[in-house]
């Protein structure tokens, strides 16, 4: 267990380290008063007060030098807001030859960027991106707001930016600059992190939906729901939805991640609940949880319809503590069950729980000395998502293994005679229908034990004795058995052994050689020697000749053989021949024991 909780903090730290290499956390930007773009330029925010300002809303764009003010990483998250900001920027090319550089908003749902520029060479250019546009129409084919633009040696270009949202909304102003090249390296390693990650899950989402169906288990159910939803955030989140599959249909662009980020919580609560078994360990939690499940599963609906994202926001981050709500649970029910499946659910849960709660209420609130971007908190809850699926994918799987024992045990114990432990009727019926479809070297054959006189030494000796003798006949039937035999009670003191042989004569020879030893082995029950003997009913049938077995005929031949053997004088083995045919009175007999088991 520590070497697995070293492997999850690995990838923890793995994680960030995939963050930090992908240039997700920013750079720090230059101090010079315009921002030189003559050398590489990986992705950084313009941040330094001498080349980027911004103005709080109700600014127009001429605002004075006292309207601006400088900003810094973590303040680019401006909250719930409708009104549009101001940024202004310069830069400068001191190379040799032209450079092309990419500007563009670091998240993909802001919905309006204008663009204002003008040049050291007198040009002067205005354009509006929007993300209701298609993508065919854009300056630059990213999911977030972006503008690509030259400059020749030694030209200078002012930019002033107007960026906002139609309604309001979580507001971010996040500017990130690239040169040509390392955009685009940028925009392909951004595109295969995050579409993996959606891909991976959805894939997961859809062999857990099959598991469901064949184990029918409603917290599986759930839990490919919420793997399901959670690929669906993600895809919509990153701008993927929008980029690659409905590009050219603008409106559908409006539909926010929100409603399946609460549909994908929604269904977390809902699988948890059973596959805890809180209705049996806490059913005030099971209650309450329900009700937060269907209170998220409503404002799921509610976004995905376009509802209003003043509604749908709030909700969103308040269900962020969804993870962490599900981490206690977990350590209430580790108490009582503390299965290796029960711990890892813990740990996943955990993980995720721990991660999206500090970081939202650092969003909120800025506790922590993190110099952090918006963006970056978001990457890493969607990186704590991915290691939370994994470990909590491995305790579903523990999870399944044990129900299937579980069952495998249930079925056993279902099938087996509880005082011997052989197979009972029903266990011996509903394998050897299946065991005499198999053709074997010779035949197979069938043979019905009935004790002799075992009335009598019930009423002498007591049940007890009684109960003794069967056990030992059980013990003798194992022992000369061998292990590809069936061997059954079928009631009371009637067994029966299902084997195959070369002949009939080999059947009644190791019929008879277990009707000796039983005769001679008496059974001793309180000091006392019980004597007692055996009756066979034996049936073969050649599936060389006669093709599959039927278990029904050679109940019935077995039984009529036994039946002959009793009027015999018992203590024998009687052979029913494959061309005879059991006597109308065995027939009913088969009848009326059929009926009284």
Same mark, same amino acid.
């Not at 670091?106 to 298609?134: C, E, H, K, W």
């Given at each position: 267990?520590?070497?697995?909780?070293?492997?999850?903090?690995?990838?923890?730290?793995?994680?960030?380290?995939?963050?930090?290499?992908?240039?997700?956390?920013?750079?720090?930007?230059?101090?010079?008063?315009s921002?030189?773009?003559?050398?590489?330029i990986?992705?950084v925010?313009?941040?330094d007060?001498?080349?980027?300002?911004?103005?709080?809303?109700?600014?127009?764009?001429?605002?004075?030098?006292?309207?601006?003010?400088?900003?810094?990483?973590?303040?680019?998250?401006?909250?719930?807001?409708?009104?549009?900001?101001?940024?202004?920027?310069?830069?400068t090319n001191?190379?040799d030859?032209?450079?092309?550089?990419?500007?563009a908003?670091?998240?993909?749902?802001?919905?309006?960027m204008?663009?204002?520029?003008?040049?050291?060479?007198?040009?002067?250019?205005?354009?509006?991106?929007?993300?209701?546009?298609?993508?065919?129409s854009?300056?630059?084919?990213?999911?977030?707001?972006?503008?690509?633009s030259?400059?020749?040696?030694?030209?200078?270009?002012?930019?002033?930016?107007?960026v906002?949202?139609?309604?309001?909304?979580?507001?971010?102003?996040?500017?990130?600059?690239?040169?040509?090249?390392?955009?685009?390296?940028?925009?392909?390693?951004?595109?295969?992190?995050?579409?993996?990650?959606?891909?991976?899950?959805?894939?997961?989402?859809?062999?857990?939906?099959?598991?469901?169906?064949?184990?029918?288990?409603?917290?599986?159910?759930?839990?490919?729901?919420?793997?399901?939803?959670?690929?669906?955030?993600?895809?919509?989140?990153?701008?993927?939805?929008?980029?690659?599959?409905?590009?050219?249909?603008?409106?559908?662009?409006?539909?926010?991640?929100?409603?399946?980020?609460?549909?994908?919580?929604s269904?977390?609560?809902?699988?948890?609940?059973?596959?805890?078994?809180?209705?049996?360990?806490?059913?005030?939690?099971?209650?309450?949880?329900?009700?937060?499940?269907?209170?998220?599963?409503g404002g799921?609906?509610?976004?995905?319809?376009?509802?209003?994202?003043?509604?749908?926001?709030?909700? &969103?981050? $308040? @269900? #962020?503590?969804?993870?962490?709500? /599900?981490? =206690?649970?977990?350590? +209430?029910? !580790? *108490?009582?069950?503390?299965?290796?499946?029960?711990?890892?659910?813990?740990?996943?849960?955990?993980?995720?729980?721990?991660?999206?709660?500090?970081?939202?209420?650092?969003?909120?609130?800025?506790?922590?000395?993190?110099?952090?971007?918006?963006?970056?908190?978001?990457?890493?809850? &969607?990186? $704590? @998502? #991915?290691?939370?699926?994994?470990? /909590?994918? =491995?305790?579903?799987? +523990?999870? !399944? *293994?044990?129900?299937r024992?579980?069952?495998?045990?249930?079925?056993a114990?279902a099938?087996?005679?509880?005082?011997?432990?052989?197979?009972?009727?029903?266990g011996?019926?509903?394998?050897?229908?299946?065991l005499?479809?198999?053709?074997?070297?010779?035949?197979?054959?069938?043979?019905?034990?009935?004790?002799?006189?075992?009335?009598?030494?019930?009423?002498?000796?007591?049940?007890?004795?009684?109960?003794?003798?069967?056990?030992?006949?059980?013990?003798?039937?194992?022992?000369?058995?061998?292990?590809?035999d069936?061997?059954?009670?079928?009631?009371?003191?009637?067994?029966?052994?299902?084997?195959?042989?070369?002949?009939?004569?080999d059947?009644?020879?190791?019929?008879?050689?277990?009707?000796?030893?039983?005769?001679?082995?008496?059974?001793?029950?309180?000091?006392?020697?019980?004597t007692?003997?055996?009756?066979?009913?034996?049936?073969?049938?050649?599936?060389?000749?006669?093709?599959?077995?039927?278990?029904?005929?050679l109940?019935?031949?077995?039984?009529?053989?036994?039946?002959?053997?009793?009027?015999?004088?018992?203590?024998?083995?009687?052979?029913?021949?494959?061309?005879?045919?059991?006597?109308?009175?065995?027939?009913?007999?088969?009848?009326l024991?059929?009926?009284?088991?």
């Amino acid at each position: 267990m520590p070497a697995f909780l070293s492997m999850c903090l690995g990838l923890m730290l793995l994680g960030t380290g995939w963050i930090t290499a992908a240039g997700v956390h920013p750079a720090a930007a230059a101090s010079s008063e315009s921002f030189d773009v003559g050398g590489t330029i990986d992705g950084v925010y313009l941040l330094d007060p001498a080349t980027f300002a911004v103005a709080e809303p109700g600014r127009d764009w001429d605002a004075n030098a006292e309207g601006w003010k400088p900003i810094a990483l973590r303040d680019l998250d401006r909250g719930l807001s409708g009104k549009p900001f101001l940024i202004r920027f310069s830069v400068t090319n001191s190379a040799d030859g032209p450079r092309t550089v990419v500007f563009a908003h670091d998240l993909a749902f802001l919905d309006t960027m204008d663009i204002r520029m003008a040049s050291s060479t007198g040009a002067v250019r205005a354009l509006t991106i929007t993300n209701n546009q298609p993508f065919s129409s854009r300056p630059v084919a990213f999911p977030g707001l972006a503008y690509r633009s030259t400059l020749a040696p030694d030209e200078v270009q002012d930019f002033t930016l107007r960026v906002g949202m139609d309604t309001t909304r979580r507001m971010n102003i996040g500017v990130r600059l690239w040169d040509d090249a390392s955009f685009e390296a940028y925009e392909a390693a951004h595109q295969l992190k995050f579409s993996s990650i959606s891909i991976v899950l959805a894939t997961m989402a859809v062999l857990w939906l099959i598991f469901s169906i064949i184990m029918k288990q409603k917290s599986l159910l759930y839990y490919s729901g919420y793997l399901f939803f959670l690929s669906v955030t993600i895809f919509i989140f990153y701008g993927f939805a929008f980029q690659f599959i409905f590009p050219d249909h603008p409106g559908i662009h409006e539909i926010s991640f929100q409603g399946t980020a609460l549909a994908a919580m929604s269904c977390a609560l809902m699988f948890s609940t059973y596959y805890l078994s809180l209705k049996s360990q806490a059913p005030r939690i099971h209650r309450g949880n329900k009700i937060v499940a269907a209170v998220l599963a409503g404002g799921a609906v509610y976004g995905m319809l376009g509802g209003a994202q003043e509604v749908t926001v709030p909700l &969103m981050m $308040a @269900s #962020l503590f969804v993870p962490f709500w /599900l981490w =206690v649970c977990s350590l +209430l029910v !580790i *108490r009582q069950d503390q299965s290796l499946s029960v711990l890892l659910f813990c740990v996943a849960w955990g993980t995720m729980g721990l991660t999206t709660a500090v970081l939202v209420l650092q969003i909120a609130f800025r506790f922590l000395p993190i110099d952090w971007a918006p963006s970056s908190n978001y990457d890493v809850i &969607m990186i $704590a @998502s #991915l290691i939370e699926v994994l470990i /909590l994918t =491995v305790s579903v799987a +523990l999870s !399944i *293994r044990l129900l299937r024992q579980e069952r495998d045990t249930a079925n056993a114990a279902a099938t087996a005679d509880p005082l011997t432990g052989l197979l009972n009727r029903r266990g011996f019926q509903q394998t050897a229908e299946i065991l005499l479809q198999t053709p074997v070297e010779g035949r197979w054959c069938l043979a019905l034990l009935d004790l002799d006189r075992f009335k009598a030494i019930n009423d002498t000796f007591g049940h007890g004795a009684g109960d003794q003798v069967l056990v030992d006949f059980a013990e003798l039937l194992r022992d000369v058995c061998r292990e590809q035999d069936m061997v059954c009670r079928m009631g009371g003191e009637e067994f029966a052994i299902l084997f195959a042989a070369p002949a009939a004569a080999d059947a009644l020879e190791r019929c008879d050689r277990l009707r000796a030893r039983f005769s001679e082995e008496p059974s001793i029950s309180d000091d006392k020697l019980i004597t007692h003997n055996v009756s066979v009913g034996l049936a073969t049938h050649d599936t060389s000749i006669a093709g599959p077995a039927s278990l029904e005929r050679l109940l019935r031949r077995a039984d009529s053989a036994l039946y002959r053997a009793k009027r015999a004088g018992r203590n024998r083995v009687i052979l029913c021949e494959e061309d005879e045919k059991p006597e109308p009175d065995v027939i009913l007999q088969l009848r009326l024991g059929a009926k009284s088991s």
